[in-house]
């Protein structure tokens, strides 16, 4: 499985970015795919996921501001952040949830204030 991330960026405080994961090679071993970040020295969070049937979970900081969709035509995940704050730069890292944990390269994600 491969996970290719896309759409980080900088913005202003109040602004929106929106994150792509684009999965492939064996994707049916996925359950589940989701976003994580990290800043410089902490551990990686979970920020966002959704199951294959659909069902999200969300980080208690950023949710109303997140929101996780997907589009199983394209194998493709979702990451709209609306409403970002300073708090919210970080690396973004997309996931799937399978036999492993998958992982894609990160984007950076710069909110200023």
């Known amino acids: 499985v491969q996970l290719q991330a896309s759409g980080g960026g900088l913005v202003q405080a109040g602004g929106s970015l929106r994150l792509s994961c684009a999965a492939s090679g064996n994707i049916f071993s996925i359950n589940a795919m989701g976003w994580y970040r990290q800043t410089p020295g902490k551990q990686r969070d979970l920020v966002a996921a959704i199951s294959n049937g659909g069902a999200t979970s969300y980080v208690g900081s950023v949710k109303g501001r997140f929101t996780i969709s997907r589009d199983n035509a394209k194998n493709t995940v979702y990451l709209q952040m609306d409403s970002l704050k300073p708090e919210d730069t970080a690396k973004y890292y997309c996931?799937?949830?399978?036999?492993?944990?998958?992982w894609g390269q990160g984007t950076e994600v710069t909110v200023s204030s």
């Open positions: 996931w799937g949830a399978g036999p492993i944990n998958y």
